[in-house]
């Protein structure tokens, strides 16, 4: 079996004990060193008041799929620092979030996610990136 | 009647047009001039994965916060970009956020936010900071 | 001698190692355990295009008074992120800055700055937040 | 004469009229619409109290290509807000920064960057973004 199809095994089984991810309904599409993909689609609970993506939607998965891409660096880890860029408004039936690690580390990992639709992957809806502190430290 | 009064309806109003607001549960305690506070009873719903509030529900709560802060100046606005720093595990039975606008213009309105607990309204649990830009722009 | 003496004359002696912040020019106006201000006269070399204070100045002096900030309470420490937010068109005679921790840690340490002018305390020309790690780490 | 080169030319001409990048002493290597390339060759007033580049002098760098690759696609515009990630030690004989847009509008430019070296183009020093806002507006 790839390490790939073991990190996508690892993350849903962790994302599962994480009451709101369980609520928001990431699926895991892809995983491998340092990099994940997760996909949501999109329901009306999801919305801010003009039906696009809630700011606050987007932050949480952009900042989760960052965990999970220091995850498969790191292992569980917590996030200190996070920032969400919202290029656009956010409207699609499917969400795509890619996470790639930039610095992996012993105190502080780096990463960055962007967020598009899974209709026109060329088009960033919104950037962010996230600090995490390994769980074990 | 108050302005503060009239402030509270008006949010409690725009919260309630929000799908993931009435999800999110957030009450708005108090609403004046540039300023607001929220309040969120915790339930397991809004946890991680060793049940501590969400990182991206911290982020959601902030955001949403410095959104209606911007509302009392500057009318709807959209968050364009959103930092939160997490200073401590956030872990609480309600969760207080206060924000206020630190700079409002027609262009860009700059907020700030903390959360804290309503037990210890002295201890920092996580800050963040919305840069939005009014609807009507 | 008092503990806030001790810290202005410790991060003088600091400051002056870093060759980049004899050049800056700052001198610390106040220190005590988790707080410093910060002054710095205008000249034209720390100017952009249009006169004001250039936004990567900016940033070095909100930058240089956290690091400072935090130096009172865990010693040296390192810049690991830091965000700025120009407010208006940061113009004065005298900048102040003044820094504080938020949240001082073993692993990282959180801080959070304003830039004012002597003239209009009251007026904020930006603000910032930098999240460091302690050198011994 | 290429638009490349006519970018070059442009941004030589704004930078040299701002003080601050004067001292700094950025070279444009490339530009074109969306993106530009700086260098800066290291000198010991760039540095902090360990001879790295200080963090702050790091934010200028990536601030700055970052405002003069939104030149290339909305002409002159004000940094509103810019953060900052110091990956590892910033030493290098050349520095080289990358800055590229994510995204242009009228009210609001967002854009990205990274610092590397010229010996090691594939090891990130520090990575950033800065939202403008279009000076016209």
């Given amino acids: ?10 993350l849903k089984s962790i994302s599962g004990r994480a009451e709101f991810n369980n ?3 990431v699926e895991v599409a892809a995983a491998s060193v340092g990099e994940v993909e997760l996909r949501l689609p999109w329901r009306k609970e ?15 998965l952009l ?11 790191v292992g569980p ?12 408004p956010a409207v699609a039936q499917v969400f795509v979030v890619k996470a790639r690690v930039l610095k992996p580390g012993k105190q502080q990992v780096f990463t960055q996610a962007e967020l598009t639709s899974l209709d026109e992957p060329g088009k960033l809806l919104a950037v962010g990136d996230t600090l995490l502190v390994p769980a074990g430290m």
């Fill in 23 to 25: 609520w928001l309904g």
């Fill in 1 to 10: 079996m790839s390490e790939s199809v073991d990190f996508v095994a690892q």
């Fill in 46 to 60: 999801l919305g801010q008041y003009s039906g696009f993506l809630h700011a606050g939607v987007i932050g949480a």
């Fill in 77 to 88: 880890s917590l996030a200190s620092q996070y920032s969400v860029k919202c290029l656009r």
């Fill in 63 to 73: 900042d989760t799929a960052c965990g999970f891409a220091a995850y498969t660096m």
